[in-house]
């Protein structure tokens, strides 16, 4: 017992450790946790912290049900039911190009109809995780596409919760057509039944769990999340959704704001002891016979996301460079794909699909952030006319302007009269200048507030432009100097 203790106690540290270096070259912590798992576990050559993964089996349960619960707490139904139906169509292709995408991959591989099931799934389902730390890294949380981007990964976790009801009942080894359309059947009536109690009975719920003190707050609301988990997984539906929905249902109490500061250190640890375990049950020999696949796997993936990117960059008026932080910010998985993949193999699925799942998270956890910061480079080979025909966009630098901060251009045009924020505060400004990265309008310098240069000091974004009427220059915050043209994307 001391002996698992000392390993266990070693094998969370050291993860910890390779995940603070990660983070301090702005890599996501998730591939260095399972990283950790693969080296210091039985299916490496090497010291062993952990014989035995399966010993750690509930913790790891309790790693994905606490994911999934706060997920599901965390998640807008009232502004994902308010989105436009431009969104619905944006996500919708995204979600249809990498799950259709990965469905023919998996069904290519030969390795079996339920495998293709869980690799469509892997491939085409973002990490939410990664992708909003890679926008609040890059600073692009105020950038025209941002909401197109979070729209669109909001949408996905709500098309993770169908999938894995169409999944649970597909991987529950149903004997007949009649009992898997049964089981189907069952889970989605299960999704249905959640979704009344969030909508109907989440006032009743948060009475049952309320309490002032946040000791047993906490403990009441981990036995309802870990209850209701365990009696989906008891009548044949995942306990993932079981614990995504019954987040739903505290989000809407008036408990959500303590639940989730109360949940957050809890989820954080857990799911890095998921991820850990993950990890141990991977072989490393068994990579060589999926490094092909993976590398398929993963252009496949890049090229599907850039048209995702392409098609939610034309329906949203977006010019290159949004259109292509669309299509690369959202390339990496993480939890999701190893969710399905644990999902797989306690189903006993084909040996390949964890070593499969494994590697493809590591390559694109490595690649996907180095791809969203030089996202520019794509922008610079896309044609004007697979987005707007009236827009153009300069891919180099000119003689005609000292300026080196181009490439954070990405609107230029606004039809803004006023200056939001003195318009709050119910102050006069003098003139209106825009940020040229975000389309942000603020009052000039000479105005009592100055709140174009006071965005520039919260932002980073260097470049504005006047709005006032018959002026047409830019300046650049950070070399001090007005820019001339030919400048970044503009009308023909």
């Known amino acids: 017992m001391h002996a698992d203790l000392v390993g266990f106690g070693a094998l969370v540290l050291i993860a910890g450790l390779l995940a603070r270096a990660g983070r301090r070259i702005n890599l996501p912590t998730v591939p260095f946790f399972m990283l950790a798992g693969i080296l210091l576990g039985p299916g490496t050559p090497g010291p062993v912290l952990v014989a035995h993964p399966e010993d750690l089996s509930l913790l790891a349960s309790l790693g994905l049900i606490l994911l999934l619960f706060h997920l599901g707490v965390e998640f807008p139904v009232d502004q994902v039911l308010g989105s436009g139906k431009r969104l619905f169509v944006a996500a919708g292709s995204y979600i249809g190009l990498n799950v259709g995408a990965g469905l023919l991959f998996g069904f290519a591989l030969g390795w079996g109809g339920y495998e293709a099931f869980v690799i469509a799934g892997a491939l085409g389902i973002s990490s939410s995780a990664i992708v909003t730390k890679l926008l609040i890294e890059f600073r692009r949380l105020a950038n025209a596409e941002t909401p197109v981007i979070l729209g669109i990964i909001v949408i996905e976790d709500l098309f993770l ?39 109907f009975g989440a006032r009743l719920v948060g009475k049952v769990i309320d309490s002032n003190e946040d000791e047993l707050l906490a403990i009441l609301m981990v036995g309802l999340v870990v209850l209701v988990a365990g009696v989906s997984a008891e009548i044949g539906v995942s306990d993932a959704i079981g614990a995504l929905m019954i987040g739903l249902v505290i989000a809407r109490t008036p408990l959500r704001e303590r639940v989730e500061r109360l949940v957050l250190p809890l989820r954080d640890v857990f799911a890095a002891v998921f991820f850990l375990v993950f990890g141990l049950t991977i072989d490393v020999g068994d990579f060589g016979s999926v490094a092909l696949p993976v590398l398929l796997a993963v252009l496949m993936t890049v090229v599907t996301n850039v048209v995702a990117g392409l098609i939610a960059g034309r329906l949203f008026g977006l010019n290159q460079r949004g259109a292509a932080n669309v299509g690369l910010t959202v390339l990496g998985r993480g939890e999701f794909s190893l969710i399905l993949a644990t999902l797989a193999i306690a189903a006993g699925l084909d040996d390949r699909l964890g070593p499969f ?65 003195c318009v709050d505060s119910g102050d006069d400004w003098v003139q209106l200048r825009m940020c040229l990265t975000c389309g942000a309008v603020g009052c000039c310098s000479d105005s009592v507030n100055n709140h174009a240069e006071e965005h520039y000091r919260q932002t980073g974004h260097p470049l504005i432009r006047s709005l006032e009427e018959g002026e047409d220059w830019r300046y650049c915050y950070i070399d001090g100097a007005l820019v001339r043209e030919p400048m970044g994307a503009t009308r023909e």
């Not at 889970?187 to 979704?195: E, I, M, Q, R, T």
């Not at 707007?388 to 300069?394: K, L, N, P």
């Open 161 to 199: 919760a169908l999938y894995l009801a169409l999944l649970s009942p597909l991987l529950s080894g149903a004997g007949s057509a009649g009992e898997l359309v049964l089981r189907i059947g069952l889970s989605f009536a299960y999704l249905v039944v959640l979704f009344a109690v969030a909508r």
């Open 357 to 421: 799942i494994a590697l493809y998270v590591l390559v694109l956890a490595v690649t996907s952030p180095l791809l969203a910061a030089n996202s520019r480079y794509l922008a610079r080979i896309i044609p004007d006319r697979l987005l707007h025909a009236s827009w153009r966009y300069v891919r180099e630098e000119t003689i005609s302007t000292a300026c080196t901060h181009l490439d954070r251009i990405n609107i230029t045009e606004s039809d803004a009269d006023a200056c939001p924020q």
